[in-house]
């Protein structure tokens, strides 16, 4: 690690005194895990460090008081900087980072854009779309637009009709589990919510389009621990019920995110990763790798006559593609090559089956390319065997 190229923090002292294999990471894998996943390097090493001295103070981020000022100005400067990178600054929305996970948002958005005797669109295209689902029908009538469960998630349902008498519109961008992806959005007149736990911060979109965003930090943003909320503060104070405080935006927002202790670490990861992100030119240009990572890991599995994928081309998942052998009795064979290649994490999700390569902003393409010649290599070797047997 060059501590020559950290010129605002000095950890020189500390990080001098630490065994070296503390610092470097001699056999970093090719981590595919679909969350929590990978983050920059140099996010782990610059949040190692805080943990030992943040900003020269001679305390650890894990011991500072949430009001400190050093802390308020990272929580200030994470919340400018989400709705920097998304083009949302002066547009009346808010950035708010909160506990719960995105789990918690299935329910903090009924309860909060629900009136009562109102209802609700959602479609359904996974998973976590469907435990939202679940958690909407206990505030009221949840319409569910359109679902493409019966074909175990495979595509991305189209040409739905959103009731225009329904209080908010809610999908979900990214199927983690099922590796879809919606590549447009409804057009409506009511607010549209949408959980990009998987994607945010992936791609170019038009995000004034939606109302409310979360995401869980741990697939793309940083550590478990913090859920980001983005919302336009009009769509709020409207649903006539009464909400606690701890699942209310609003009191969220008066409270500049700080209503009780956050999870200041996660937080603090969170921003380095947001910092890195805007070094390297933002979201469009993370999102010109992630198309190369996506087109090149697809066009093997198009190519290769031992896979196949699970997910309609046209839906596909620039962050998590799914795929299958085409005779899973290779499957110890392929299984024992990725893992002799240092690749981690791509077995797939239990409902799918398979292999899942999640591929978020901070895996490089060279792990991709990784990936790819172990595919290509066990192409060969099933090859040879079949021949040698036959
Ligand atoms: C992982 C995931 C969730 C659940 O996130 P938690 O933070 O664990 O509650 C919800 N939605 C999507 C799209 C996910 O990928």
């Known amino acids: 690690m060059k501590l020559s190229q950290k010129p605002k923090r000095n950890f020189k002292s500390i990080l001098r005194n630490l065994p070296l294999n503390f610092i470097s990471v001699k056999m970093k894998k090719h981590n595919y895990s679909a969350g929590p996943c990978i983050l920059p390097q140099e996010v782990f090493e610059k949040s190692a460090a805080a943990i030992l001295d943040f900003n020269n103070s001679g305390l650890s981020?894990?011991?500072?008081?949430?009001?400190?000022?050093?802390?308020v100005a990272v929580m200030d400067e994470a919340r400018a900087l989400v709705l920097e990178l998304l083009g949302l600054e002066g547009k009346g929305y808010q950035a708010l980072f909160l506990h719960?996970?995105?789990s918690l948002e299935f329910?903090?958005?009924?309860?909060?854009?629900?009136?009562?005797?109102?209802k609700a669109a959602y479609l359904d295209t996974g998973t976590w779309a469907n435990s939202a689902i679940k958690e909407a029908k206990a505030f009221g009538e949840t319409v569910v637009v359109g679902s493409s469960k019966a074909d175990n998630y495979a595509f991305i349902p189209k040409g739905f009709e959103i009731p225009a008498d329904a209080n908010y519109f809610h999908c979900t961008s990214n199927n983690t589990i099922f590796g879809t992806q919606m590549k447009s959005f409804p057009e409506t007149a009511i607010p549209v919510v949408c959980d990009m736990s998987s994607d945010i911060f992936s791609r170019v979109l038009d995000f004034s389009k939606f109302d409310l965003i979360y995401a869980g930090a741990q697939k793309n943003m940083g550590p478990a621990g913090a859920t980001l909320v983005v919302v336009k503060e009009e769509i709020l104070g409207k649903s006539g019920r009464h909400i606690p405080n701890m699942l209310s935006y609003a009191q969220h927002i008066e409270k500049e995110s700080m209503?009780?202790?956050?999870?200041?670490?996660?937080i603090y990861a969170s921003l380095l990763t947001l910092q890195?992100?805007?070094?390297?030119?933002?979201?469009?240009?993370?999102?010109?790798?992630?198309n190369q990572k996506a087109a090149l890991l697809y066009a093997e599995i198009d190519r290769n006559p031992f896979f196949k994928g699970t997910a309609n081309k046209e839906d596909r998942s620039n962050m998590n593609a799914t795929f299958l052998l085409e005779d899973e009795s290779h499957a110890p064979i392929f299984d024992a090559m990725w893992k002799a290649a240092g690749i981690s994490g791509i077995p797939g999700h239990r409902?799918?089956?398979?292999?899942?390569?999640?591929?978020y902003n901070a895996l490089p393409l060279e792990s991709?390319?990784?990936?790819?010649?172990?595919?290509?290599?066990?192409?060969?070797?099933v090859k040879l065997v079949e021949v040698t047997e036959a």
């Open 368 to 381: 991709v390319q990784v990936l790819v010649d172990v595919m290509k290599a066990f192409e060969n070797k």
């Open 259 to 266: 209503y009780n202790t956050p999870p200041v670490f996660a």
């Open 107 to 118: 329910l903090m958005v009924p309860y909060n854009l629900m009136k009562e005797n109102g």
């Open 351 to 359: 409902s799918v089956g398979g292999y899942r390569a999640s591929m």
């Open 100 to 102: 719960g996970g995105a």
């Open 61 to 71: 981020i894990l011991e500072i008081s949430h009001r400190s000022k050093d802390f």
């Open 276 to 290: 890195w992100l805007k070094d390297k030119g933002g979201i469009a240009a993370i999102e010109k790798i992630n």
